[in-house]
């Protein structure tokens, strides 16, 4: 046993005692040391492995340069939010450029990969210490590759979202003929999600534009399931409650027998045989007096 001074006596053998923290604080100043070398070494096998192939050379170092001080940072600080945000930054800039999500996990893989043989390289020579070391910086390292991979699977689901709402926002547009008269022509297959998603943009826009008549046109629908039969009745329904009549254009004998064999009494439900058809009707129900050009030619 060893007495200095005031101090207990600690045995020869008794390692040091070196806290989690204090090694983090020792790792976190290894790798600014070793900063230019590590991003380099990392965006090296980032091209190497073929990641981020939609990227540059020049874009891809410095993408690394920000993960990398982002990176060490939350393992300086043990706070994530800054890291999120750049993840969050970073995943909209990419996502359009076509980069993948087995891409983000695999250049985050790769870095945690170089700093671990920069610490086998450091403490090759103290296995007790490079593994207190490894202890301390492997849950960080963890929490580091699921905090950057959850927020690019977040960003890709919004973007996929937001495409999917855009592209059903162009394949069911709502247009306005003219002062309180409404057309929806709907074309292609009408499955439940787009079936609910139609009459929410109806609704949104009889309130909207304060319509009294629309028309639906269903002419480039080929067929119909109860389901989404019945969609369409209620979604008559509604837009009679906001005080607007509904006019459905373009019935195909299947769609007619589908509305039938689910109960719907046709005599409820204000029918035109095609979409020229319909517009007259409801230019009619809102006053407007219809004139063909026959008559037009015949005034003058």
Do not use: C
Request: charged share 25%; net charge negative.
């Amino acid at each position: 046993m060893k007495r200095n001074g005031n101090q207990p006596y600690v045995s020869a053998s008794t390692p040091n005692a070196t806290t989690p923290d204090q090694l983090l604080r020792e790792l976190v100043a290894h790798l600014r040391q070793h900063r230019t070398d590590l991003r380099e070494e990392w965006a090296r096998r980032i091209t190497e492995a073929q990641l981020l192939t939609a990227m540059s050379k020049e874009e891809i170092f410095a993408e690394a340069t920000s993960v990398y001080d982002n990176y060490v940072e939350a393992l300086e600080t043990g706070t994530f939010e800054a890291l999120q945000a750049y993840a969050r930054n970073l995943s909209e800039r990419i996502i359009p450029r076509g980069v993948e999500t087995n891409e983000v996990v695999g250049i985050v893989l790769l870095l945690r990969d170089v700093l671990a043989r920069s610490l086998f390289a450091k403490y090759q020579g103290d296995f007790d210490k490079l593994n207190r070391i490894l202890d301390a910086y492997e849950p960080a390292a963890n929490r580091i590759a699921i905090t950057v991979a959850v927020g690019f699977v977040q960003e890709r689901e919004r973007t996929i979202r937001e495409q999917q709402e855009a592209i059903r926002e162009l394949s069911t547009p709502v247009l306005q003929v003219r002062e309180r008269l409404l057309i929806l022509p709907i074309i292609g297959l009408i499955d439940p999600q787009r079936a609910r998603q139609l009459t929410e943009q109806l609704l949104r826009a009889i309130r909207t534009n304060r319509a009294k008549v629309v028309v639906i046109d269903i002419t480039g629908v080929a067929a119909m399931d109860t389901h989404v039969a019945n969609h369409l009745v209620l979604t008559v329904e509604a837009s009679r409650l906001l005080g607007a009549t509904v006019i459905v254009t373009g019935l195909s004998p299947e769609i007619s027998q589908t509305l039938v064999n689910i109960g719907v009494d046709l005599s409820k439900m204000t029918t035109v045989g095609d979409l020229q058809g319909g517009i007259e009707e409801a230019e009619r129900l809102l006053g407007y007096k219809v004139v063909s050009s026959h008559d037009l030619v015949q005034q003058t």
